[in-house]
């Protein structure tokens, strides 16, 4: 497994996280930070919000460290879970 890529079980839920790296073109250190996404579904495949199968958690703040940014998703998709799923 990448250390750009988490998956978690936390049932009945599963979060998978995905990390990338900012490139900033034209920076004298083009390259950035890392962020991450991350996609909550149920384990046995009933829909998570309403009649969506999915639940997103978009783009967050940049940190330097893919641990850092791996761990802020999680949170984030935590929290998602414990306030059932607030609108974006």
Do not use: C, W
């Amino acid at each position: 497994m990448s250390v750009l890529h988490k998956e978690v079980e936390a049932p009945p839920y599963r979060i998978v996280i995905n990390a990338e790296r900012e490139y900033r073109s034209g920076d004298a250190d083009p390259n950035g930070g890392y962020y991450a996404r991350a996609v909550i579904t149920r384990l046995d495949g009933a829909p998570v919000y309403k009649n969506f199968v999915m639940y997103q958690i978009q783009r967050g703040d940049v940190f330097g460290d893919p641990q850092g940014v791996l761990r802020d998703a999680e949170e984030r998709a935590r929290e998602a879970i414990a306030n059932g799923f607030p609108d974006n």
